[in-house]
C-alpha cells in the first residue's frame, strides 16, 4: 500500500519532534510493516535524506526535552527507516546536554546530574575526535584508580570521550554557576566565603530523603577507637547492649561529639584497609547512638576512599523513614504466628480464635507481605467482623475491647519493629562469621530505592568536580591579580 506525500509528511514531523506516540499514532493508520518497507527501497533519494535527518532532529529534541524514554523508543526506529545510526549526526548534542547539566546544577539537584550523565554515557553523546594536548590529559586523569573505579561503578563501561567530557566540562558549568550565583566578577574578600561554600558543600548535605554529613578524617575515628580499648571506658550504653550480646565484642566511644556503637572485631579488621590509597571500597564503621543525624538521634558511619568518615540516615522524622527495615512475614507464616500467639500467651477462646484466623485467611492476599504498618488495617477487618453476623454472639469470657486489645498485643509481638542497635549488631556478628562484608552494608541499608551506598559513591564523584572547579578558581585568581 502506497502511502500519499501528505501522510508521509506526518510521519515526518512526528520524527522530528521525537513524539513516539504520535509517529505510532500515525503508523496504525497504515499498514506499518508494508509502509516501512516501501520507504526502506524507496529510490527517492531525497525522501530518504530528509526522513534522516528529521530522525535526528527528533533525537536531538528529546534530549533537550530530557525525554529519555522516548529518545530510546524513537532510536530503536532507526532499523525501521535503514538509518545506519551516528551519534554526531545528533544536532548541537554536546551543547544541549551541556546545558541540562548546567539547568540541573543551578536547581541544585545532583540526582538529576547522575541520571543525565548515566544516559548520556549509555548513549555515548560525548563522542568526539581528541587533540594530541586532549590525548595527553586523558592518559594523566586515568593514572587516578580511585576515580576511574568510582566512574565505573557509577557508570557501567566508560569511554575516553565520556572521561574527558566529566573533566572539562562539569568543573566548568560549577564555575560558570558560581560566577552567576555568587557575583563572580571581581575578587573581594566575599569570594572566599563563597568559595569555602561550594568547596565545603558535600560536607553536610541532604539527597533523597537523607542527611550526610563529614565527621572527620578515619586516622582521628581510630585513635578514638583504640584509645578507649586500652582505657576499657564504658557507658551505660555499652552496659545495656552487652548484658543483652553477651557472646558479641562491642565497644562504644565518642568521636566529633557522637557517641559511636561498633564492633572491635570489624574495626581491628578495616585498621589497615582504609588506609589502602587504591581502595575503592565504603565501610561500615559504626552505628551513632546518640548525636546522630537521623530523627532519634541514630546514624551510621561509613569510610570513604580519601580516608574519610561520613554520617547517613534519614533526615524525616517520620517512624516509616528509619532506614532499618521493619519485620515482614508472607501471609501464611503471620497467620501461623498469630494463631500461636493468641493460644499461647493470650489464651484466646479456640472458637473465636479459629473464626479469626480463618477469616484473616480468606481476606489477606495469598502472597502478601505483612509488616507493622498494615496492623492497623488488620486489626480493622478483624473488628469489623466480630461486629458482624453475631459473631461475637454469646462470648463474654472478655469485653470485645478487651479482646481487640489483646489481638493488637499479639500483632505487636510478632510485628514488632527491629531495633537500629538490634539490626546493626546482627549485621557486626554475620560480619564476624563471615557471613557478609563490611562494604556491604551500605548497599543493604536503604531508605525506598536509594541505599546508603548511592549516596558514597555520588558524593565521591561530585568531590572530583569540585576539586577541578577550584584548579579553575584559582587560575582566574591568578590572572585576575597579574
Known amino acids: 500500500m502506497k502511502a500519499s506525500k501528505e501522510f508521509i509528511e506526518t510521519i515526518i514531523n512526528a520524527l522530528g519532534k521525537g513524539d513516539i506516540e504520535e509517529l505510532e499514532n500515525n503508523l496504525n493508520n497504515i499498514n506499518k510493516d508494508n509502509f516501512l518497507k516501501s520507504l526502506n527501497y524507496t529510490s527517492e533519494k531525497k525522501l530518504k535524506e530528509k ?35 551516528d551519534v554526531k549526526k545528533i544536532p548541537n548534542r554536546l551543547e544541549i546536554t551541556t546545558d541540562l547539566l548546567f539547568n540541573s546544577l543551578n536547581n541544585i539537584d545532583l540526582a538529576e546530574i547522575i541520571e543525565i550523565l548515566r544516559f548520556s554515557n549509555k548513549n555515548n553523546l560525548f563522542e568526539k575526535d581528541f587533540s594530541k594536548e586532549e590525548i595527553k590529559k586523558l592518559k594523566e586523569i586515568k593514572r587516578d584508580k580511585l576515580l576511574l573505579a568510582n566512574f565505573e561503578d557509577l557508570f557501567g563501561e566508560i569511554t575516553n570521550s565520556f572521561i574527558l567530557f566529566i573533566y572539562k566540562v562539569m568543573p566548568q558549568n560549577l564555575y560558570d554557576f558560581f ?13 572566599d566565603f563563597n568559595v ?22 578515619a586516622k582521628r575515628f581510630f585513635n578514638n577507637f583504640n584509645n578507649t580499648l586500652k582505657t576499657g571506658n564504658s557507658t551505660a550504653y555499652k552496659d545495656e547492649l552487652v548484658k543483652k550480646y553477651k557472646n558479641f565484642d562491642l565497644v562504644d566511644f565518642d568521636f566529633a561529639n557522637k557517641t559511636h556503637l561498633a564492633s572491635s572485631k570489624n574495626l581491628l579488621n578495616l585498621k589497615n584497609k582504609i588506609h589502602n590509597n587504591d581502595d575503592y571500597k565504603f565501610y561500615n564503621l559504626s552505628m551513632v547512638l546518640l548525636g546522630g543525624l537521623g530523627p532519634q538521634g541514630h546514624g551510621f558511619t561509613y569510610s570513604t576512599p580519601k580516608g574519610e568518615v561520613v554520617e547517613i540516615c534519614s533526615d524525616i522524622k517520620e517512624t516509616d523513614a528509619i532506614i532499618i527495615k521493619y519485620k515482614q512475614f508472607l501471609k501464611q507464616q503471620f497467620v501461623t504466628k498469630l494463631e ?8 484466646i477462646d479456640n472458637i473465636i480464635r479459629d473464626k479469626i484466623i480463618k477469616y484473616l485467611l480468606d481476606v489477606l492476599d495469598q502472597n502478601e507481605l505483612i509488616s507493622f504498618n498494615k496492623k492497623e488495617r488488620i486489626l480493622k477487618h478483624i473488628n469489623e467482623f466480630l461486629n458482624q453476623n453475631q459473631t461475637y454472639l454469646n462470648y463474654d469470657k472478655l469485653s470485645l475491647r478487651e479482646l481487640i486489645d489483646r489481638i493488637s498485643n499479639a500483632i505487636n509481638i510478632i510485628l514488632r519493629k527491629i531495633k537500629m542497635e538490634d539490626q546493626f549488631i546482627t549485621r557486626m556478628e554475620l ?20 541505599s546508603h551506598y548511592d549516596v558514597l559513591r555520588e558524593r565521591f564523584f561530585f568531590q572530583y568536580i569540585v576539586d577541578w572547579f577550584y584548579e579553575i578558581y584559582l587560575k582566574e585568581k591568578s590572572e585576575q591579580q597579574h
Open 51 to 85: 526522513i534522516e535527518n528529521t530522525f535526528y532532529i527528533g533525537l536531538s529534541n528529546c534530549i533537550e526535552s530530557r525525554d529519555f524514554e522516548n529518545f530510546r523508543e524513537l532510536l530503536d526506529y532507526s532499523v525501521n527507516f535503514d538509518i545506519f545510526f
Open 179 to 191: 560566577r552567576e550565583t555568587m557575583s563572580f566578577y571581581s575578587f573581594s574578600s566575599n569570594d
Open 196 to 217: 569555602n561554600y561550594v568547596l565545603n558543600y558535600l560536607d553536610q548535605y541532604s539527597i533523597y530523603g537523607l542527611s550526610v554529613k563529614l565527621l572527620g578524617e
Open 340 to 347: 500461636l500467639e493468641l493460644k499461647n500467651s493470650f489464651q
Open 431 to 450: 560480619i564476624s562469621q563471615n557471613k557478609l562484608k563490611s562494604e556491604d552494608i551500605a548497599k543493604l541499608t536503604s531508605l525506598k530505592k536509594k
